[in-house]
Protein backbone atom coordinates (compact mmCIF):
# COMPACT_ATOMS: atom_id res chain seq x y z
CA UNK A 1 0.00 0.00 0.00
CA UNK A 2 0.88 3.58 -0.59
CA UNK A 3 -0.79 4.65 2.32
CA UNK A 4 0.88 7.21 4.73
CA UNK A 5 1.09 5.28 8.25
CA UNK A 6 0.45 7.04 11.44
CA UNK A 7 2.68 6.16 14.81
CA UNK A 8 1.44 5.91 17.01
CA UNK A 9 -2.06 3.99 16.72
CA UNK A 10 -2.89 5.98 20.21
CA UNK A 11 -1.48 8.19 22.67
CA UNK A 12 -2.71 9.37 25.45
CA UNK A 13 -1.16 12.67 27.94
CA UNK A 14 -2.67 14.89 30.10
CA UNK A 15 -3.61 18.50 29.74
CA UNK A 16 -0.26 20.69 28.97
CA UNK A 17 1.76 18.28 27.73
CA UNK A 18 2.80 18.43 24.14
CA UNK A 19 1.54 15.25 22.07
CA UNK A 20 3.84 14.08 18.82
CA UNK A 21 2.58 11.91 15.83
CA UNK A 22 4.32 10.55 12.90
CA UNK A 23 3.64 9.78 9.61
CA UNK A 24 5.83 7.55 7.08
CA UNK A 25 4.94 6.68 3.49
CA UNK A 26 6.81 5.31 0.35
CA UNK A 27 6.63 7.43 -2.58
CA UNK A 28 7.59 11.13 -3.79
CA UNK A 29 4.61 13.35 -2.59
CA UNK A 30 3.90 17.23 -4.04
CA UNK A 31 2.55 17.70 -0.63
CA UNK A 32 1.56 16.45 2.83
CA UNK A 33 -1.99 17.69 4.89
CA UNK A 34 -2.44 16.57 8.53
CA UNK A 35 -6.38 16.24 8.91
CA UNK A 36 -8.40 16.41 12.58
CA UNK A 37 -11.54 13.30 13.00
CA UNK A 38 -13.20 14.73 15.66
CA UNK A 39 -15.79 11.06 17.28
CA UNK A 40 -18.64 11.03 14.82
CA UNK A 41 -17.94 13.74 12.70
CA UNK A 42 -16.64 14.37 8.92
CA UNK A 43 -12.58 15.38 8.57
CA UNK A 44 -10.87 18.99 9.45
CA UNK A 45 -8.01 20.35 7.34
CA UNK A 46 -5.00 21.28 9.76
CA UNK A 47 -2.08 22.04 7.87
CA UNK A 48 -0.17 21.42 4.67
CA UNK A 49 3.13 21.36 4.04
CA UNK A 50 4.84 21.38 0.66
CA UNK A 51 7.29 18.67 -0.29
CA UNK A 52 10.01 21.42 -0.66
CA UNK A 53 9.08 22.71 2.75
CA UNK A 54 11.01 21.48 6.06
CA UNK A 55 8.80 22.87 8.25
CA UNK A 56 5.66 24.63 8.80
CA UNK A 57 3.48 26.35 11.74
CA UNK A 58 -0.27 27.04 13.10
CA UNK A 59 -1.07 28.36 16.04
CA UNK A 60 -0.58 25.42 18.45
CA UNK A 61 0.96 23.14 16.16
CA UNK A 62 4.01 22.65 14.35
CA UNK A 63 4.69 20.64 11.66
CA UNK A 64 7.73 18.82 9.66
CA UNK A 65 8.77 17.25 6.57
CA UNK A 66 11.96 14.92 6.01
CA UNK A 67 12.10 13.86 2.32
CA UNK A 68 14.46 12.11 2.36
CA UNK A 69 13.33 9.52 5.54
CA UNK A 70 9.53 9.83 3.80
CA UNK A 71 8.62 11.13 7.23
CA UNK A 72 6.68 13.78 8.78
CA UNK A 73 5.53 14.45 12.69
CA UNK A 74 3.21 16.94 13.99
CA UNK A 75 3.70 18.20 16.97
CA UNK A 76 0.33 19.31 19.30
CA UNK A 77 1.89 21.96 22.17
CA UNK A 78 0.25 22.93 25.33
CA UNK A 79 -2.50 20.42 24.03
CA UNK A 80 -6.28 20.45 25.77
CA UNK A 81 -9.25 18.13 26.46
CA UNK A 82 -10.43 19.37 23.32
CA UNK A 83 -7.82 18.36 21.28
CA UNK A 84 -9.00 15.05 21.27
CA UNK A 85 -9.64 13.22 18.18
CA UNK A 86 -8.02 11.01 15.79
CA UNK A 87 -5.43 12.42 13.47
CA UNK A 88 -4.68 11.28 9.75
CA UNK A 89 -2.04 11.97 7.32
CA UNK A 90 -2.88 12.37 3.57
CA UNK A 91 -0.41 12.00 0.73
CA UNK A 92 -0.69 13.76 -2.23
CA UNK A 93 1.53 11.52 -4.41
CA UNK A 94 3.27 13.10 -7.52
CA UNK A 95 0.80 12.09 -11.03
CA UNK A 96 -1.83 11.17 -8.93
CA UNK A 97 -4.87 13.19 -8.18
CA UNK A 98 -6.49 12.05 -4.89
CA UNK A 99 -5.09 12.39 -1.48
CA UNK A 100 -4.08 8.86 0.52
CA UNK A 101 -4.93 8.52 4.25
CA UNK A 102 -3.74 6.87 6.97
CA UNK A 103 -5.13 5.09 9.28
CA UNK A 104 -4.52 7.76 12.25
CA UNK A 105 -4.05 8.17 15.10
CA UNK A 106 -5.88 8.31 18.06
CA UNK A 107 -5.36 11.23 20.57
CA UNK A 108 -7.28 11.69 23.79
CA UNK A 109 -6.23 14.48 26.27
CA UNK A 110 -7.89 14.54 29.71
CA UNK A 111 -7.88 16.94 31.62
CA UNK B 1 -24.76 26.22 2.44
CA UNK B 2 -21.48 27.28 3.35
CA UNK B 3 -20.02 23.22 4.02
CA UNK B 4 -20.56 19.75 2.04
CA UNK B 5 -23.55 18.15 3.00
CA UNK B 6 -24.41 14.72 3.23
CA UNK B 7 -27.42 12.66 3.57
CA UNK B 8 -28.81 10.76 5.04
CA UNK B 9 -27.06 10.56 7.79
CA UNK B 10 -27.84 7.16 8.92
CA UNK B 11 -29.23 4.82 7.46
CA UNK B 12 -29.71 0.83 8.17
CA UNK B 13 -30.63 -0.88 5.68
CA UNK B 14 -31.18 -4.83 4.61
CA UNK B 15 -28.52 -6.48 2.74
CA UNK B 16 -29.41 -7.09 -1.18
CA UNK B 17 -31.26 -4.15 -0.78
CA UNK B 18 -29.78 -0.97 -2.87
CA UNK B 19 -29.12 2.34 -1.61
CA UNK B 20 -28.08 5.91 -2.22
CA UNK B 21 -25.70 8.61 -0.82
CA UNK B 22 -25.82 12.08 -1.55
CA UNK B 23 -23.08 14.67 -1.22
CA UNK B 24 -23.54 18.44 -1.89
CA UNK B 25 -20.51 20.13 -2.27
CA UNK B 26 -19.41 23.44 -1.38
CA UNK B 27 -20.58 25.74 -4.51
CA UNK B 28 -17.53 26.11 -6.80
CA UNK B 29 -15.50 23.51 -6.04
CA UNK B 30 -14.88 21.24 -9.02
CA UNK B 31 -13.19 18.54 -7.42
CA UNK B 32 -15.99 15.44 -5.47
CA UNK B 33 -14.24 13.03 -3.57
CA UNK B 34 -15.64 10.10 -2.25
CA UNK B 35 -13.97 8.04 0.86
CA UNK B 36 -14.88 5.32 2.94
CA UNK B 37 -14.17 4.68 6.55
CA UNK B 38 -14.46 1.49 8.26
CA UNK B 39 -14.60 1.10 11.98
CA UNK B 40 -11.36 2.07 13.36
CA UNK B 41 -9.82 2.29 10.21
CA UNK B 42 -8.45 5.20 7.87
CA UNK B 43 -10.32 6.22 4.62
CA UNK B 44 -10.30 4.23 1.54
CA UNK B 45 -10.53 6.22 -1.67
CA UNK B 46 -13.52 5.43 -3.78
CA UNK B 47 -13.71 7.89 -6.71
CA UNK B 48 -13.06 11.08 -7.47
CA UNK B 49 -15.06 13.66 -10.33
CA UNK B 50 -13.17 16.52 -11.74
CA UNK B 51 -14.51 19.30 -13.71
CA UNK B 52 -16.12 17.57 -16.89
CA UNK B 53 -13.36 15.17 -16.63
CA UNK B 54 -14.24 11.24 -16.91
CA UNK B 55 -14.06 10.15 -12.81
CA UNK B 56 -11.58 8.03 -11.65
CA UNK B 57 -13.26 5.15 -10.39
CA UNK B 58 -10.08 3.09 -9.39
CA UNK B 59 -11.16 2.76 -6.03
CA UNK B 60 -14.56 1.36 -6.09
CA UNK B 61 -14.32 -2.01 -4.47
CA UNK B 62 -16.36 -4.07 -6.60
CA UNK B 63 -19.45 -3.35 -9.48
CA UNK B 64 -21.81 -3.39 -6.70
CA UNK B 65 -20.72 0.92 -6.34
CA UNK B 66 -21.26 3.21 -8.78
CA UNK B 67 -21.09 7.08 -8.71
CA UNK B 68 -22.15 9.98 -10.50
CA UNK B 69 -21.86 13.97 -10.81
CA UNK B 70 -24.75 15.59 -12.16
CA UNK B 71 -24.22 19.05 -13.78
CA UNK B 72 -20.84 19.66 -12.19
CA UNK B 73 -22.38 19.97 -8.23
CA UNK B 74 -24.32 17.20 -6.67
CA UNK B 75 -22.76 13.63 -6.36
CA UNK B 76 -24.86 10.16 -5.48
CA UNK B 77 -23.47 7.23 -4.65
CA UNK B 78 -25.18 4.28 -5.40
CA UNK B 79 -24.45 0.68 -3.63
CA UNK B 80 -26.05 -2.34 -5.28
CA UNK B 81 -27.20 -5.54 -3.48
CA UNK B 82 -25.77 -4.05 -0.48
CA UNK B 83 -23.79 -6.53 1.95
CA UNK B 84 -22.74 -6.41 5.28
CA UNK B 85 -19.19 -6.01 4.14
CA UNK B 86 -20.70 -2.54 3.32
CA UNK B 87 -21.26 -1.15 6.49
CA UNK B 88 -19.06 1.87 6.96
CA UNK B 89 -19.37 5.30 6.95
CA UNK B 90 -19.20 7.04 3.84
CA UNK B 91 -17.48 10.72 3.18
CA UNK B 92 -17.38 13.34 0.16
CA UNK B 93 -15.02 16.37 0.41
CA UNK B 94 -14.86 18.55 -2.18
CA UNK B 95 -11.91 21.11 -3.22
CA UNK B 96 -11.43 23.67 -5.09
CA UNK B 97 -8.46 22.56 -7.50
CA UNK B 98 -7.73 18.82 -8.34
CA UNK B 99 -5.98 16.82 -5.78
CA UNK B 100 -2.73 18.57 -6.05
CA UNK B 101 -2.32 20.78 -3.38
CA UNK B 102 -5.68 21.12 -2.65
CA UNK B 103 -7.40 20.98 0.76
CA UNK B 104 -10.17 18.97 1.32
CA UNK B 105 -13.24 19.90 2.84
CA UNK B 106 -15.08 17.26 4.22
CA UNK B 107 -18.78 16.46 4.67
CA UNK B 108 -19.80 14.77 8.20
CA UNK B 109 -20.45 11.54 6.54
CA UNK B 110 -23.43 9.22 5.72
CA UNK B 111 -23.51 6.18 7.97
CA UNK B 112 -24.57 2.77 6.54
CA UNK B 113 -25.68 -0.29 8.31
CA UNK B 114 -26.22 -3.16 6.31
CA UNK B 115 -28.01 -5.76 8.74
Known amino acids: SQQGEEDPQALSIQEGENATMNCSYK?????LQWYRQNSGRGLVHLIL?????REKHSGRLRVTLDTSKKSSSLLITASRAADTASYFC???????????FGKGTMLLVSP | GAGVSQSPSNKVTEKGKDVELRCDPI?????LYWYRQSLGQGLEFLIY????????KSGLPSDRFSAERTGGSVSTLTIQRTQQEDSAVYLC?????????????FGEGSRLTVL
Open chain 2, 49 to 56: FQGNSAPD
Open chain 1, 27 to 31: TSINN
Open chain 2, 27 to 31: SGHTA
Open chain 2, 93 to 105: ASSRTSGNTGELF
Open chain 1, 90 to 100: ATDWEGYSTLT
Open chain 1, 49 to 53: IRSNE
